[in-house]
């Protein structure tokens, strides 16, 4: 007798009630509110759904979060951009492959808070208060290279031999196998890096906030409720910025399900 699997949502409601409950149980067991303080690390639920909802600081979210979402957005397509390019760049001269997976790696090993310190110096922080900040626009965009040029680079070389040996009998050459033969060989693999791009790219711009002097954004607005000790607000500007991330990559995994439909068709 087949065993009958618990649908999506119903996996994620359990998650999130479980999660929830264990917040809770933590926040007044090991983490209660400090002797002499009114000072919580960790408040409970009802805590940060108090300082949202029934405190209404949910109402001025999107300004907070406006210039982190553009800063991410333009990072993300920089980065994204930058990386295919490099893939590109590998199957038409292949001796640079070795070099050009040198550089993602680095980009990815670098300590980002030192690369983030250093860019604050090099590039500066935002003219305007309510601008992006190009220290995070740069870290968004850093983060995103090495998980795009990595995924690119192997989802060209899936491209099927016979294929290619077609396009070169009839005259074509690298340019040409790449966007008629390899290009679609290696969509799922580069949908798939974007996809998980779009939530680091938006964690690089918070750091780069966070980092950088603005008086704007998610970065500024944790350092302020941080010096005022204010842990709902904290937590809640967090829980924010989760849902964000999440939301954003369901788009894109969605965008993904839609131009690769015989990808998706596979898994089930």
Not at 248 to 253: E, K, P, Q, S, T
Request: some cysteine; overall charge positive; aromatic content about 10%.
């Amino acid at each position: 007798m087949a065993r009958r699997r618990i649908p999506g949502w119903a996996a994620g409601l359990i998650g999130g009630v479980a999660l929830i409950l264990l917040w809770w149980l933590f926040s007044i067991t090991a983490f209660q509110q400090r002797e002499g303080t009114t000072f919580t690390p960790v408040p409970s639920p009802y805590a940060v759904f108090d300082w949202l909802i029934l405190q209404g600081n949910i109402a001025g979210a999107w300004n907070v979060f406006q210039p982190t979402v553009t800063a991410a957005g333009i990072g993300y397509l920089w980065g994204n951009g930058i990386a295919l390019l490099l893939s590109a760049i590998v199957l038409v001269l292949p001796r640079l492959e070795t070099l050009i997976t040198q550089i993602a790696v680095v980009t990815y090993c670098l300590p980002i808070v030192a690369v983030g310190g250093i860019s604050i110096v090099v590039i500066g922080g935002a003219r305007n208060p309510g601008d992006p900040s190009p220290t995070a626009i740069f870290l968004s965009a850093l983060v995103c290279v090495f998980t795009t040029v990595v995924s690119s680079i192997l989802g060209f070389k899936s491209a099927d031999k016979a294929s290619l040996d077609v396009v070169r009998v009839y005259g074509g050459g690298a340019w040409t196998q790449l966007y008629k033969v390899r290009l679609i060989a290696a969509l799922p693999s580069i949908l798939n890096a974007l996809q998980i791009a779009v939530p680091t790219a938006f964690l690089g711009a918070v750091l780069g906030e966070y980092l950088g002097s603005i008086t704007a954004g998610v970065g500024p607005t944790l350092i302020r409720l941080q010096g005022q000790l204010d842990s709902a607000g904290v937590w809640s500007v967090f829980l924010l910025s989760a849902v964000f991330a999440l939301v954003a990559y369901g788009l894109v995994g969605l965008l993904v399900r839609m131009v690769t439909p015989w990808v998706s068709g596979k898994a089930h």
